[in-house]
């Protein structure tokens, strides 16, 4: 069956109406392009800051892969319509006493900067959504050194995090689905050149006032990285 593409949001809306059985149906074929078969990923630009510990040389990147209560579009089989996260959509997940989520490039399960099972990678909830926090990267690290120019630049300054939706609500009108509880664990938060929700971001930390050190193996980064959502 060959999915309804190029609807407005409004006719896309109307046939889901007709066809969805419950609200609180999760969205079928959800995806964050037009595209069938884009991937179903969900974006936030950046504050962008870069500082190295002294003593260390590691790097610090904090950011926000979702922003809660921040509207954007994905896709599901019927066109077009609104997702929104609500505040402590991921506190059960988060709570995990085995969460396991790495910080990837481009949601690539090869490319981890950092992970929550190593204690490398902190996850939380806050006021603007999902918290990320990598006190500790490795500049050598081949990837780190790959990305850590591009976000000194500004080349990359958005979010994107792999979740499965636990719960969640169409709007009466089917225009908007809300999710009100989503599961982390063993999905991923990435650094992208795009995602689904624009208002996400990401940062680079090292101490004030200490100079950032060119990071090491620079020359030897590949020049393509996969930058989000396979469209």
């Keep these: 069956m060959t999915g309804l593409t190029g609807l407005t949001r409004e006719a896309a809306a109307a046939a889901r109406a007709q066809q969805v059985r419950q609200r ?7 995806r964050s392009a037009e595209q069938p078969g884009a991937r179903a990923t969900a974006r936030v630009p950046a504050t962008i800051e870069l500082r190295e510990a002294p003593e260390t040389g590691l790097l610090e990147f904090v950011g926000h892969a979702s922003a809660y209560e921040s509207g954007y579009t994905m896709w599901d089989w019927y066109g077009p319509y609104t997702e929104i996260v609500s505040v402590g959509a991921g506190a059960e997940s988060l709570a995990r006493a085995d969460l396991d989520v790495p910080l990837v490039l481009g949601h690539d399960q090869l490319r981890r900067l950092a992970r929550t099972t190593t204690g490398s990678l902190i996850l939380a909830e806050d006021e603007t959504g999902l918290s990320v926090h990598a006190p500790s990267l490795d500049p050598a690290d081949y ?11 500004g080349l990359i300054d958005e979010m994107s995090f ?12 089917y225009m908007e689905y ?54």
């Excluded at 792999?162 to 009108?173: H, K, L, M, T, V």
């Design 24 to 30: 609180a149906d999760r969205p079928s074929q959800r």
């Design 143 to 153: 990837d780190v050194a790959y990305i850590a120019p591009k976000l000194r630049a």
């Design 162 to 173: 792999a979740f499965r939706i636990e719960a969640g609500q169409w709007s009466p009108d």
């Design 178 to 231: 809300r999710i009100t509880r989503y599961d982390i664990h063993r999905g991923d938060v990435a650094i992208v050149g795009y995602g689904a929700n624009p208002a996400t971001d990401a940062g680079l930390r090292a101490e004030a006032g200490v100079k950032a050190a060119e990071p090491a193996g620079q020359a030897r980064a590949r020049a393509l990285l996969e930058l989000a959502l396979h469209r």
